[in-house]
């Protein structure tokens, strides 16, 4: 028996039906272009939400954590509560199964157990969502299609957990295949997968985890959203993806703030474009200097880069890497690094040692390897009963 249907059994006194799991993303590139209407390349992590589940025929929901400190919650969906009952970790889960109650589907015992480390920008939110999601709907046989599914669980983590997130996170941990990319466009929900061949070309993608935590509670990624906005406005375009002539915008905005926010908006979207060639194009290999000058424009023009991202990304240049940038929503969280395999180990070391002599805490390295996307992965078939 897996160790998560093992941990199932003893809190809920019954077998799990199934478990599911739901990965977390790395962003290769495209930050802060989804709430604009843009394109971002995300990929599935080998890490993330794993979840043991069975169905409840008196319409109760239970949510468990391993890695909660609290005892969960129990909550009857037959009453329809809505945003703001559950304040807890609970909330994300909860906000799932409230909106998808409207399909058919009723109570649970869930068990959630993570090797996703949270608020590291890799989206163990959407993980716990999207590992819900799936999990509910196979149990209750129900098949919406995954970009549905998908719009449900941001909309989840809107309303009912408080973020303003975009549909990335989420179509990430629902709709990448291994060894692949997803292009999304943010407009349209469209996507459509690009090979992420790094082994075949000797490369490695490292993740870093800076130590440095973020709350997107705190009101920069809230600024950075309203600040985008007013600028489209400004330039009578619905969202800054629709900004043509660059120098010409720019031109029209008398804010400084204002112009390196477009500045990086609509740079960074024409990054995911010619990465996605190169990528298409089999050039992995070069992928290197797209992904520093995202750094850049990060810190420089969207100014949401933190001290320990700078310190890591320029360790790794100065140790060989290809490049690198920070991912996620900014102050605080990961960093990825591209480097020839055969330089790896130095890469690290050299970012290590560079947190030592600042007397950073130590820096946590995984390697990114574009994994699947959120699916069954025990007791396959027989259901629903
Ligand atoms: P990120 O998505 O970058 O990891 P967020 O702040 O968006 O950071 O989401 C982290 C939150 O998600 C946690 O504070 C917690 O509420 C919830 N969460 C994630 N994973 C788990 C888990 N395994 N168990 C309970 N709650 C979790
Ligand atoms: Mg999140």
């Known amino acids: 028996m897996d160790v998560l249907e093992a941990a199932f059994a003893e809190a809920y006194r019954r077998d799990a039906e199934g478990v599911w ?9 495209g930050e802060h272009t989804d709430y604009n209407d843009g394109l971002v390349l995300p990929f599935a992590l080998p890490r993330g939400v794993g979840v043991a589940a069975a169905r409840r025929d008196d319409g109760v929901l239970e949510l468990k954590s391993l890695q909660a400190a609290d005892q969960g919650v129990t909550v009857d969906l037959g009453q329809s509560r809505g945003p703001g009952t559950i304040r807890t970790w609970a909330a994300y889960p909860f906000g799932v199964a409230e909106l998808l109650r409207p399909l058919g589907i009723g109570g649970a015992s869930l068990l959630f157990d993570s090797d996703l480390p949270q608020g590291a920008g890799l989206s163990s939110s959407a993980a716990l969502e999207c590992a819900t999601a799936v999990a509910l709907c196979e149990l209750y046989g129900v098949e919406p299609d995954r970009r549905e599914l998908a719009r449900l669980a941001q909309r989840a983590e809107n309303e009912y957990a408080g973020v303003p997130c975009g549909i990335m996170d989420q179509s990430a941990s629902l709709l990448c295949t291994e060894g692949h990319a997803l292009l999304l466009d943010c407009r349209t929900g469209l996507s459509s997968q690009v090979p992420l061949d790094l082994p075949g070309k000797d490369l ?30 400004l330039l009578g375009v619905p969202a800054l993806r629709d900004v043509q002539d660059l120098g010409a915008a720019l031109s029209r905005l008398d804010d400084p703030v204002l112009r390196r926010r477009v500045q990086h908006v609509v740079t960074e979207n024409h990054r ?41 990304l320029e360790a790794a240049l100065r140790a060989g890497a290809r490049g690198g940038r920070m991912v996620g929503g900014g102050f605080g969280g990961s960093v990825i690094v591209l480097t020839a395999t055969g330089r790896a180990g130095a890469v690290r070391d050299a970012i290590t040692a560079a947190y030592r002599e600042r007397g950073l805490a130590e820096p946590g390295f995984l390697e990114a390897i574009p994994s699947a996307g959120a699916r069954r992965i025990s007791m396959d078939g027989g259901l629903p009963g």
């Open 204 to 233: 490695t993608l490292l993740l870093i985890d800076t130590r440095a935590r973020h709350a997107l509670g705190d009101g920069d990624y809230g600024r950075r959203r309203a600040e985008c906005e007013r600028a489209a406005t």
């Open 272 to 312: 995911v474009e010619a990465t996605a060639g190169l990528l298409r194009a089999g050039a992995e290999q070069e992928l290197g200097g797209l992904l520093t000058a995202s750094h850049l424009s990060l810190r420089d023009q969207y100014e949401i880069s933190w001290p320990e991202a700078d310190l890591a």
């Open 21 to 29: 799991h739901a990965p977390g993303r790395v962003n290769l590139i």
